[in-house]
């Protein structure tokens, strides 16, 4: 069956950085793209950008250009979210989803905290 | 971007009964190519969003025919029926239709 399976929750520091994985399985990693959602604390979803699994090429939503960068290891079939110089508005859960948001990650909790 | 409003924010329902929920598009969500991509998600407490309804009217895998979708153009609508208390959460539309994807800010479902 289908999965994506993403990192544990993150506690961080300000202007640290974090990692987020997303493991697919299931399917054919590289035949479909891979969306990134946030999810503020009691807030709603924020499309964050995607990822082109073939050729790996980022595409960033504008609120997310700059600190946020999208990669892929593709031999592991696994994406990764990192996010650069981190500030306490970046507390939230990501979310990997499918192209097409079909399926969805667990989602990683990263608290932002001094 | 396309901005999604969800009505209600909340509502109440008895198991059994029956409810719907609104979203509206500020922009037409048809496709040059025919299609409508309005999508339905629900997540439920402590989970991500799962894929309920997909272009406008169709179930998901596993999806049971209880929810239904409907509307077109910038006017759409998620009823489901016969409510369980599984169907507990928020649910979310979402447009695909535009770059990029936006999401309603959600109505939450709470059983009686």
């Known amino acids: 069956q289908i999965q994506l399976v993403q990192s544990g929750p993150e506690l961080k520091k300000p202007g640290e950085s974090v990692k987020i994985s997303c493991k697919a399985s299931?399917?054919?990693?590289?035949?479909?793209?891979m969306y990134w959602v946030k999810q503020a604390p009691g807030q709603g979803l924020q499309y964050m950008g995607w990822?082109?699994?073939?050729?790996?090429?980022?595409t960033y939503a504008d609120d997310f250009k700059g600190r946020f960068v999208f990669f892929l290891e593709t031999s592991a079939s696994t994406a990764y979210l990192q996010i650069n110089n981190l500030k306490n508005e970046d507390m939230a859960t990501y979310f990997c989803?499918?192209?097409?948001?079909?399926?969805w990650g667990q989602g990683v909790m990263v608290t932002v905290s001094s | 971007d396309v901005v999604m409003t969800q009505t209600p924010v909340s509502l109440s329902v008895s198991l059994g009964g029956q409810v719907s929920i609104s979203c509206r598009s500020s922009q037409s969500l048809v496709h040059n190519n025919g299609n409508t991509y309005l999508s339905w998600y629900l997540q439920k407490p402590g989970q991500s969003p799962q894929l309920l309804i997909y272009?406008?009217?169709n179930r998901f895998s596993g999806i049971s025919d209880r929810f239904s979708g409907s509307g077109s153009g910038t006017d759409l609508t998620l009823k489901i029926s016969r409510v369980e208390p599984d169907d507990l959460g928020v649910y979310y539309c979402g447009q695909g239709t535009q770059y990029p994807p936006t999401f309603g800010s959600g109505t939450k479902l709470e059983i009686k």
């Open positions: 272009k406008v009217s």
């Open positions: 989803a499918r192209r097409g948001f079909d399926y």
């Open positions: 299931g399917y054919t990693f590289t035949n479909y793209g």
């Open positions: 990822i082109n699994t073939e050729t790996g090429k980022p």
